[in-house]
């Protein structure tokens, strides 16, 4: 039952006189080029009434989002979103302000609001609560990792938040809402106006559904360590003692111990999925005896309802849930054979889609590239098939439960029992301590003496020399593709033959005396292999209804460089930016993450348009981290050169799939800068943008 409780408020001071009205930024650049409004530099109460939305929570009238510079360098400067345009910072934050943000990750995105190290915003939502005497308070939260003390903002930040959104806002009183036991802690005795949400109610419904899935229950900093090894999935209703910045993961239902804004990134989220997500209080501890269950969740008007659950029907209902099943060609084990790159056919249709069965499409596309451009642009490789992947795992044998007792298996016949076991589909917890014992008896398996010495030849042939280090890539039929992206979900991994040859197995490797171990080659073949099993490559599978029989892992063996100049990765449009088909180039410099950068550091951010094949403009958006003000990862000249190369690139490179309605279809490519400052492209994807 719902039941209010008077809430604590901390009485403010006077608010400031309030910002120009007539004051200009860049909401108002924004709507003149979008033609409608996304955000507002000064707030008075008309002005909230219009950039936020009404709610029918119990003790709340209206709710939007906020913005407000965490440090001088900020690219913007206070502001409040308009709702009714942009439920999400993420989605606002890219299509109001592409040049700055236009390709913005989620996991940038909450570096850059919560992160104690990159902070350069204080964001998330600003909701206008009614007191129990019918006065109103405009509570805001401050987001953070929520994990530990010592990453929780701290009074003197709140401080900085508060007076940056009252200098903009003027349509009542703001205060600090907590988000949770950390930041209550920390507001203990800091003057700043504050307000506890928490103590109004002990339930609360913002997606009122019915879900089924396995509880799991996180502590904040547990929580994010399930987050990073991808340990919940869509078949997971997770137990929050904190209600999270954000569950990018889909998954069948969430239950938060502390309350959520109505536009918090985990609801919007959960009401376009119509999964079920309440506030209960004290969840953690009230459904501690559910953890680990299979169960029926309800998120009702008035209280929450768990009952027990049958696999078939979380199955059921889960498939449902699903998007419609990709379909990925089903593996062609005919041949043996170890195809160099430039030999492999991919002259018509038929012949790419025959690579694709053999090889994988990450091989399979760098042929079909590299057979259509100049050679100075291309790195020497070669294509380990299927079939090799089929033998080991036919070949090698070992002994493990599957919840009949010990049996010996081979590896293969392993995996046949597990897609055909209800209890391993139906339970993430089984399927994922499964899954990590297949991968580790795969890493233990021994290789087939002629795979070895076919290897050993083809490597010697192409690479010219046992003490050159190579790298092993993934190179799946479920990766790469039009509607399977599956980037991140395999490893790849080094390789020296110089290290199998030696008298010893003691590292350093002969490749490169700065690998402290050796780096054979049976080592980076299985460590490829196993990768197909990974608990995230399996659940991103399952998500999209892949069928797992059909799954194989080939190899594309090429030079590992280890002195690049720079890398980089570039589109050919931008994926945010629908019709914009200007060149992105996000490039940094050596080997530094480009995708998933280290916390502190970003890419340079270029765009190109490019007209007849030749640059025409080069807009420098951002620049590198880790260079001085000035000084560029790519010249001008290189710029130009990557444009022009794309540009060629794009006419040549076959395409058998015609994109879906209301979508197109982009290429995803990765470069590197060679020490001499010339370039090569070892990568290359189709990537399907909404039109």
Known sequence: ??????????????????????????????????????????VDA????QVSRPTDLVDQ??????????RPDARLPALVMDVNAHELHLEFMRTAFPDLFGDLDPLTYEALISDPQRREFFAGPLTEFVRPDGTRVFGFTVWDPQTDAASTVPCAQFQAAYDGLAAIFTAGPLAVVPSGELQRAALAGCDVPQYDAAAALDYEAYTRAVGYGTVRRYTPAQ???ATAAAAYGFQDILVLAEAPLDVERVISGAVTGTRQAELSHLNVRSAARGTPNC??????????????????????KADLTIAPATPEEAQAWWDGLRPDPVDIPAPDLETTEL??????????????????????????????LYQRIPAALQIPGFLVPFRRYADFMAAQQW?????????????????????????FLADPAVRRARLDALYDAIRDGACDPALLADVQAKLLDVFGAPDVMVRFRSSSNAEDGLRFNGAGLYESTSGCLADDLDADALGPSRCDPSEPDERGLCRAMKKVWASLWLPRAFEERAWYGIDHSKAAMGLLVDLRLGDEAANMVAFTGDPSLARDH????????????VVSPDPGTWPEKTRLTVEGGVVTKIDRLRGSSELPDGEHVLSDAQLRDLGAHLAAIESVFPLDDAAPPDTEILLDTEWKVRPDQTLMIKQIRPFLRAE
């Open 223 to 225: 929580f994010a360590e």
């Open 46 to 49: 008309a002005a909230w009434v």
């Open 279 to 300: 506030y209960v209080k004290d969840a953690h501890a009230r459904l501690a005896a559910w953890d680990g269950q299979l169960v029926r969740l309800e998120c009702g």
């Open 399 to 423: 002994t493990v439960d599957l919840g009949q007792g010990p049996e010996l298996l081979t590896l293969a016949d392993t995996v046949t029992r597990l897609l055909a076991d209800p209890h």
């Open 1 to 42: 039952m719902r039941r209010l409780h008077l809430l604590p408020f901390v009485l403010l001071s006077a608010c400031p006189s309030g910002p120009d009205p007539q004051a200009t930024g860049p909401c108002d650049d924004a709507e003149a080029r979008l033609g409608a409004r996304v955000c507002l530099h000064a």
């Open 61 to 70: 009238a209206r709710t939007g989002k906020y913005m407000v510079p965490a």
């Open 339 to 368: 195809a160099d790159l430039l030999a492999l056919p991919t002259a018509t249709a038929d012949e790419r889609a025959l690579g694709v069965r053999r090889y994988g499409a990450k091989g399979r596309n760098l042929a079909a």
């Open 582 to 593: 200007r060149i992105l180039v996000n490039a940094q410099i050596g080997d530094l993450e």
